[in-house]
């Protein structure tokens, strides 16, 4: 089974400004001062060649699509990915598509827009718990976002929700799946995040998907790429992706891994945006184990 991991998208969208409200006007010229450039359309080009000549049989991508949660953006996220193959996708929501309090509750634009490619909820929408059977392989996805004010980017997730899911996969007698969720449940010593970036309650949840561990957690949100090997702690891969839509700059590099899962074993490549040769090339994994 092999698996495409992007993250953190933040497709470009003019959005008329007058259409913006409260923190989203910050949010929208932060991005369109210091971010747009960084995300070239030429980069998403050479993703779809890439997904052509890798051939994976799942692409996941781990949050982040949007920049400011406003329907336009959604719309414009939709028609772009419409260009990958559908029936391989899974995708879950980051903190920039749950940006506003209208993204969230009654009919929230990320499930208007992406979710018939997110999987089935399981849990009757009391909480965001998605499952969805690619190939021979089940995805489940968890939502670790909620709107914040403007300084805040963390995360949570209710220990119900561990307990929820291991409750319906032993229902479902699933052994082995693979877990998508934003925020990182592990960083190395040198890229720690702050009280305002981070999933808050990492360690409890760590303790908690001990029980019933999944062969991988993947996760987007920092924006560069690493994996940690499986540990005592967490028994699993925890594999990040970069910001595969991008452009490097010093402390981020852009990217994406595949992900080669046979009988339960994993391999793992990494991929950068070469910008000599304008295309992904296979780069050396930067990886931990778990004590680094
Ligand atoms: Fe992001
Ligand atoms: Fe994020």
């Known amino acids: ?73 959604f719309q414009a996220a939709g028609k772009i990915l419409s260009e990958l193959p559908q029936d391989k996708i899974f995708y879950i929501p980051g903190n920039h598509d749950r940006y506003t309090k209208h993204a969230v509750g009654g009919n929230p634009f990320f499930e208007k827009y992406f979710s018939k490619l997110s999987g089935d909820s399981i849990s009757h929408n009391a909480e965001y718990i998605r499952i969805k059977k690619i190939g021979d392989l089940h995805f489940v996805g968890w939502d670790s976002s909620l709107p914040l004010s403007i300084l805040n980017a963390y995360g949570t997730i209710q220990p119900q929700v561990v307990e929820t899911t291991q409750k319906i996969l032993r229902e479902k007698k699933i052994e082995d799946y693979v877990l998508v969720c934003h925020h990182p449940i592990w960083n190395p010593e040198e890229r720690q995040e702050t009280i305002h970036h981070r999933l808050r309650n990492r360690e409890e949840i760590a303790v908690l998907l001990k029980k019933q561990p999944p062969l991988a957690f993947l996760h987007g949100h920092v924006h560069t790429n690493w994996v940690k090997f499986p540990g005592p702690l967490m028994p699993y891969y925890v594999i990040n992706s ?51």
């Open 1 to 73: 089974m092999k698996i495409l991991h992007l993250s953190d998208l933040h497709f470009p969208t003019r959005i008329p400004f007058l259409q913006l409200r409260g923190k989203m006007i910050v949010g929208y010229l932060n991005y369109t001062l210091r971010r747009r450039k960084k995300y070239p359309s030429y980069v998403w080009s050479s993703i779809l060649k890439s997904v052509e000549t890798l051939n994976p049989e799942a692409i996941v991508v781990s949050g982040d699509i949007t920049n400011v949660s406003h329907e336009l953006e």
């Open 242 to 292: 970069a910001s595969s839509t991008r452009l490097d700059d010093t402390r981020h590099q852009c990217g994406f891994h595949l992900l080669e899962i046979q009988n339960r074993n994993l391999k793992i490549q990494r991929y950068t945006y070469n910008q000599e040769q304008s295309k992904f090339t296979e780069a050396p994994l930067v990886s931990y184990s778990e004590k680094e």
